[in-house]
T-cell receptor, first 112, second 113 residues
Framework: NAGVTQTPKFQVLKTGQSMTLQCAQD?????MYWYRQDPGMGLRLIYY???????DKGEVPNGYNVSRLNKREFSLRLESAAPSQTSVYFC???????????FGSGTRLTVV | GDSVTQMEGPVTLSEEAFLTINCTYT??????LFWYVQYPGEGLQLLLK?????DKGSNKGFEATYRKETTSFHLEKGSVQVSDSAVYFC????????????FGKGTRLSVIA
């Protein structure tokens, strides 16, 4: 099925552990994004990649790193997880500007 | 900077009631405007969009008109159903440059039978 695939769907980490959230799209989109969603805060942009080989910080980049591995894949890494990073993480991709984004189904991360 | 302001929820309506969710925006250029919907446990899905002033986006009985004079893009539906219960997000995207979508904080809608 065409779309954006995120793995894993659920994860529990201990404070200080590291992990990588994976995202892949098969729509040949140039741009990819990572958001986090917290209650009452809406969606906040962590990092984005406007094209293969480029990445830029969003609104809340601290504590995260990203890699645009190729045109299809855009991963998000937490080097040392903190309870404040407990959230639902969404990856999205977009092609032409006027067509909006396609979102993955999310990764629910809990840091204890 | 660019921003989107939505009415705060939650909004609770009876089935077949009329729905309006207000959305206003601030942008330095000429944005495209979007409504996304998030059903429980899922990611966001594009509901409708409008790319220039006076355009009307529509989908699944929902409508929104791009009003440049009032910088608004209010979402409406004439008769809501229980299956419309979800969180609705208004968003904008400038039509130039490479800036990402800017989202509102979302409005939770609950429709009761």
């Amino acid at each position: 099925n065409a779309g954006v695939t995120q793995t894993p769907k659920f994860q529990v980490l201990k404070t200080g552990q590291s992990m990588t959230l994976q995202c892949a799209q098969d729509m040949n989109h140039n741009s990819m994004y990572w958001y986090r969603q917290d209650p009452g805060m809406g969606l906040r942009l962590i990092y984005y990649s406007a094209s293969e080989g480029t990445t830029d910080k969003g609104e809340v980049p601290n504590g995260y790193n990203v890699s645009r591995l190729n045109k299809r894949e855009f991963s998000l890494r937490l080097e040392s997880a903190a309870p404040s990073q407990t959230s639902v993480y969404f990856c999205a991709s977009s092609g032409d500007r006027g067509y909006g984004y396609t979102f993955g189904s999310g990764t629910r991360l809990t840091v204890v | 900077g660019d921003s989107v302001t939505q009415m705060e929820g939650p909004v609770t309506l009876s089935e077949e009631a009329f729905l309006t969710i207000n959305c206003t925006y601030t942008a330095t250029g000429y944005p495209s405007l979007f409504w996304y919907v998030q059903y429980p446990g899922e990611g966001l899905q594009l509901l409708l969009k409008a790319t220039k002033a006076d355009d009307k986006g529509s989908n699944k009985g929902f409508e929104a008109t791009y009003r440049k004079e009032t910088t608004s893009f209010h979402l409406e539906k004439g008769s809501v159903q229980v299956s419309d219960s979800a969180v609705y997000f208004c968003a904008l995207n400038l039509n130039s440059g490479n800036t990402p979508l800017v989202f509102g904080k979302g409005t939770r809608l609950s429709v009761i039978a």
